[in-house]
């Protein structure tokens, strides 16, 4: 076997200090990676059909692939990175997200959530229509091989958190007094390491990121205009929490079907889930007048962060994580059983959880649960408890 120590490129990008072991394997893998760069070089682009056929040969090559061993030999750069890319992934979104609820301002969370189910929904979609593949491995390293299934174009890693930080940066402004310039310094920073996250990872190529980059700051300007008009629509119509549900619903069960499974179906349903359970409980919220928000002239100055104000800030942060936590596990549970039982399947049966019938189902009612339960239980829970 021959050990290859010198650097990894990923898509023009070197990764220094990784060590991984050839065998045959990986040699026609590489090969094939090689030929398709060549063809497209010296070629025109092939047919839809061909096109197909060679992104199917490359994805089961990739898929079939053992694991690569590799050595770290820049643990600052592997940890920031690694932890950068765990910004774009679900533990983020249920903390992050509800904190900003909790802590700061409800009007900042519903403004977020809306923006993440906008353009992960569309990034998620664009993966499966426009089916490129992501990096081979080799000649690029793969630390997150649960995602090795879906494609890589657009990088929806990059998408969220272009949204994110920036929705957060234009909604915040006229509401809290903050230095803009600050915010933007962090906004890009944000961004930034969640993007180069996934070209240390191998995930994908610098193309993929450039893309899913764009395409959220696309969105961002096209429905900019429409955000407060959309706030009051989604506070004040009657049928706000009938069409949160049943939109959302509807775009699960009629998302793209591929020829493999995916995560991005399962991922895009927790997604739009847990939006739709924010949006019926902001809803409630709002018929019973207890909205949570900061009162007063806007802009408004930044909460004091005295001693006591961390303190709360923390217990409310813990225990409404827990909440969310316990929430998911539980309707988790009911939910699957409750659909395995009547679909007469086992309930340890992976590929039975991994059909429509199931997968969207169980992880929609979790997860406008889990919505719900943020948005109008866990602060009700903080008054109660002497914490807000």
């Not at 900003?100 to 409800?106: F, M, T, V, Y």
């Not at 316990?326 to 395995?340: D, N, P, V, W």
Request: overall charge positive; some cysteine; hydrophobic content about 45%.
């Amino acid at each position: 076997m021959v050990h290859w120590r010198g650097p990894v490129f990923i898509d023009g990008i070197i990764t220094p200090g990784v060590s991984f072991i050839n065998n045959p394997v990986y040699a026609r893998s590489l090969a094939t990676h090689t030929f398709i760069k060549a063809h497209a070089f010296f070629f025109p682009p092939p047919q839809a059909d061909e096109s197909a056929h060679l992104t199917s040969c490359v994805d089961k090559r990739t898929l079939t692939a053992p694991p690569l061993q590799y050595n770290v030999r820049n643990r600052l750069l592997y940890y920031l990175f690694l932890g950068s890319a765990e910004l774009g992934h679900e533990m983020f979104y249920i903390t992050f997200l509800p904190c900003i609820h909790w802590n700061l301002d409800p009007f900042l969370c519903r403004r977020l959530v809306n923006m993440w189910m906008v353009v992960m929904y569309i990034g998620q979609v664009m993966k499966d229509m426009l089916k490129m593949p992501r990096p081979l491995s080799p000649p690029v390293v793969k630390l997150e091989p649960r995602v090795n299934a879906e494609y890589g174009m657009p990088s929806t890693h990059a998408m969220a958190a272009t949204a994110i930080s920036f929705t957060f940066l234009l909604s915040a402004a006229p509401r809290f007094q903050i230095q803009f310039e600050v915010g933007l310094l962090v906004a890009v920073a944000f961004s930034t390491l969640v993007g180069l996250s996934r070209l240390y990872t191998g995930m994908h190529s610098a193309l993929d990121v450039i893309c899913g980059a764009m395409i959220s700051a696309l969105l961002m300007v096209a429905t900019y205009p429409a955000w407060d008009a959309f706030d009051r629509l989604q506070l004040e119509s009657p049928l706000s929490p009938v069409l949160a549900v049943l939109v959302p619903l509807f775009l699960c069960y009629n998302y793209p079907r591929l020829d493999h499974y995916s995560t991005t179906r399962g991922d895009t349903t927790v997604i739009l889930g847990a939006g739709a359970g924010c949006s019926v409980g902001y809803w409630v919220n709002r018929q019973l007048g207890k909205t949570f928000e900061p009162q007063g002239g806007f802009p408004v100055p930044l909460p004091a962060l005295t001693p006591q104000a961390l303190l709360f800030g923390c217990g409310r942060f813990l225990l409404g994580v827990a909440i969310l936590l316990g929430t998911r596990q539980a309707m988790k549970t009911f939910s699957l059983l409750a659909l395995c039982s009547w679909r007469k399947v086992s309930f340890q049966d992976l590929k039975a959880r991994q059909q429509k019938e199931i997968e969207v189902p169980y992880k929609f009612a979790t997860y406008i649960s889990v919505g719900l339960v943020n948005t109008i239980l866990v602060n009700n829970v903080f008054v109660v408890l002497g914490l807000l």
